[in-house]
């Protein structure tokens, strides 16, 4: 199953467990946030949207928030001694889908376990020297 989703000014097709980079949303890190703008479902039975699907939501959790590359704007006009740069970095948030939820249903999913990190028996031999 996949869905058509519209966040940021921007369509992205989405299954569960797709990881990606949108605009910024509002959301702590770790939680679960619905987006209801979806465009069309797809699967057996495609569902599309006039605009939206009725009662479709997908459950994504927030991994991250982030700022983009650096974009430079730079304006020179010849023989005048005059030019302008500008830049910017677009804030984004890193999404992980966990559920495409049809007919008004909650996620019954909640976010994912942090990992822990694993430290080496050699590491911690050369700590204890």
Do not use: C, W
Not at 13 to 21: G, T, Y
Not at 105 to 111: F, I, W
């Amino acid at each position: 199953m996949f869905a058509v989703i519209k966040t940021g000014g921007r369509q992205y097709r989405v299954v569960p467990d797709d990881v990606l980079e949108v605009g910024k949303i509002e959301g702590e890190v770790g939680t679960i946030v619905q987006l209801s703008e979806v465009l069309m479902v797809g699967g057996d039975t495609p569902v599309l949207g006039l605009p939206t699907v009725a009662g479709a939501t997908v459950a994504v959790e927030v991994l991250d928030h982030k700022r983009g590359p650096k974009v430079i704007a730079f304006k020179k006009r010849r023989r005048k001694n005059s030019k302008r740069k500008r830049g910017y970095r677009d804030e984004i948030t890193v999404l992980r889908i966990s559920e495409i939820l049809t007919d008004g249903a909650k996620p019954t999913k909640g976010p994912r376990p942090k990992r822990e990190k694993v430290v080496k028996e050699a590491d911690k031999e050369a700590d204890a020297a």
